[in-house]
C-alpha cells in the first residue's frame, strides 16, 4: 500500500495530469470491471470455505472454479461496451482486458489464502501484485527518460500479477488435500449464483462510488483536473486502504468463523478488537494526510495541484467514512446480514448522484468530494442501524463497542 503511495507520487512528478488522469481512469474502470466478472461470487464460496473442514476445502475450490469460468463466458465479453460507449479509447483495449483477466485472478487467489488464514502468505501475494512491480518500474522511469509512459506502467502492472498468481497458486495447491478433480455441485454453483448476485448489485453500487466519481469530475471540468483529483483521491484512500492488510484481512476471518461455529464470546471480543484497532488507526492517519500531502505537492511542484488543494479536507472526511463504515460491514457479512449491505450501497448511489445534481461547491473536486462523504456517512449509518438490530435480535450483547 506503501508503495501504491509512492508511485502515486512519483507519476505526479514524472508523467502530466493528463496522464496521471488517464491512469487514474484504467485502473477504476478495470478494478470495477474485476467486480463485474467476479459476480461477487466470492462471497458464497467463502463462508463455505470457512464453516467446512479442511477435507472440503479442494471441493469448494474446484466448485469456484467452475463457477468462474462459466461467469468469463458470459460477462467478459461484455466488457468491450465500456469502449462503445467511449468510457475508455480503443487503444487502450488490450492492456485493459490483459490487466482486467490478471487482476481478477490474483484478487481471488489472495482472498482464498486469507479464506485459509494464511495471512502472511496473502499479504506477500498482494505485495506482488501491488507493489513488486512499482518497485522496479520507478526507478526505471526516474532514471530513463523514454520509459516515462503509460504503458511502462501497465508491462510492469502486468508482470506484478502474473508473478502473484504463480506464486498463490503454488500456496494453495499445498493447503489442499486430496487435489483431484471433483464432480460438479450444481446446488453449490446456483446457490453461489444467488448469494453473489445479490451481493453484485450491492458491490457495483458501493464500488462503484470509486469509479463514477472519476467520470463526474472528467465531465464536471477536464482530464488535467481529473489528474489532479486521482491524485488526491489516491492518496486519501490508498493511506485509509493500509489498514486493509494490517487490520481487515487478519480480524474478520476469525470474526466471521467465531460467529458460524456460535462462539459468540469469541466473536464479540474479536469484534471489539477489529472496532478499537480501526479507530486508533483512523485517528493516526487523519493528521499524517493532513500533514504529509502539501509537503509531497511541494516536491511535485507542479501549480495545478496546489490550486486544487481546497477540497483535501472534505476528502479525508470522505476516506473516514468509507473506513469507519467497514466496522459494522464485516460483522453485517460475518452474521449474514446481507440484506442491510444491500440497502445501504444501493441507496448510497443514489444518495452520491442526487448530491452532484443538487450541490455546487466552488469547483468539481469539493462537489465531487463532498457527494462522496455524504455517500460514504450514508452507508455507514444504514450498517451501523442494521448491526444492532441483528444484535438485538440475537440477545447479543457488548454492541456499544460500535456506538
Not at 463485474?36 to 469448494?60: F, H
Not at 477536464?222 to 483521491?233: P, R
Not at 486493509?244 to 459468540?264: C, D, T
Amino acid at each position: 500500500m506503501v508503495s501504491r503511495l509512492i508511485l502515486l507520487f512519483s507519476i505526479a512528478k514524472l508523467l502530466s495530469p493528463e496522464e496521471l488522469g488517464l491512469f487514474g481512469l484504467m485502473i477504476a474502470t478495470v478494478l470495477f470491471s474485476v467486480i463485474i466478472i467476479g459476480a461477487d461470487y466470492y462471497t458464497y464460496s467463502q463462508r463455505e470455505l470457512l464453516s467446512r473442514p479442511i477435507e472440503e476445502w479442494s471441493t469448494v475450490v474446484h466448485n469456484q472454479i467452475k463457477a468462474q469460468v462459466t461467469l468469463y463466458l458470459v460477462l467478459l465479453p461484455a466488457q468491450v461496451f465500456i469502449f462503445v460507449f467511449g468510457f475508455l479509447d480503443w487503444k487502450y483495449m488490450q492492456w485493459f482486458f490483459i490487466l482486467l483477466i490478471l487482476e481478477h485472478l490474483a484478487q481471488e487467489i489472495n482472498r482464498l489464502l486469507i479464506s485459509m488464514h494464511k495471512q502472511l502468505m496473502a499479504s506477500f501475494v498482494l505485495f506482488m501484485r501491488t507493489a513488486s512491480w512499482i518497485l522496479v518500474a520507478l526507478p526505471i522511469m526516474f532514471f530513463y527518460e523514454e520509459s516515462r509512459s503509460l504503458t511502462t506502467l501497465y508491462t510492469a502492472w502486468m508482470i506484478g500479477c502474473v508473478s502473484s498468481i504463480v506464486i498463490g497458486i503454488f500456496a494453495i495447491k499445498q493447503e489442499l488435500p486430496n487435489w483431484n478433480n471433483k464432480p460438479t455441485d450444481y446446488e453449490f454453483l446456483v446457490k453461489g449464483f444467488k448469494v453473489g448476485g445479490l451481493f453484485l448489485i450491492a458491490t457495483i453500487c458501493f464500488k462503484g462510488l470509486l469509479t463514477f466519481d472519476r467520470y463526474a469530475i472528467e465531465a464536471l471540468s477536464s482530464i488535467e483536473i481529473l489528474g489532479v483529483y486521482v491524485f488526491y483521491i489516491g492518496v486519501v484512500m490508498g493511506a485509509y486502504n493500509l489498514l486493509e492488510p494490517a487490520i481487515f484481512s487478519f480480524l474478520y476471518p476469525r470474526m466471521l468463523q467465531n460467529y458460524q461455529m456460535n462462539r459468540m464470546i469469541e466473536y464479540l471480543k474479536v469484534f471489539r478488537e477489529l472496532t478499537l484497532s480501526t479507530i486508533v488507526g483512523c485517528i493516526l492517519l487523519v493528521p499524517v494526510i493532513w500533514f504529509v500531502v502539501p509537503i509531497i505537492i511541494d516536491w511535485i511542484d507542479k501549480p495545478i495541484y496546489t490550486n486544487n488543494s481546497d477540497g483535501l479536507a472534505l476528502l479525508i472526511l470522505a476516506g473516514l467514512a468509507h473506513t469507519l463504515g467497514m466496522i459494522p460491514h464485516y460483522a453485517l457479512y460475518a452474521m449474514k446480514g446481507d440484506r442491510w449491505i444491500v440497502i445501504a450501497h444501493i441507496s448510497s448511489i443514489m444518495i452520491f448522484f442526487i448530491s452532484l445534481e443538487l450541490i455546487t461547491l466552488e469547483n468539481s473536486i469539493q462537489t465531487v468530494a463532498l457527494a462522496l462523504l455524504l455517500a460514504f456517512s450514508w452507508i455507514a449509518s444504514v450498517k451501523i442501524i442494521g448491526l444492532v438490530v441483528i444484535h438485538k435480535k440475537l440477545n447479543v450483547t457488548s454492541t456499544s463497542s460500535i456506538s
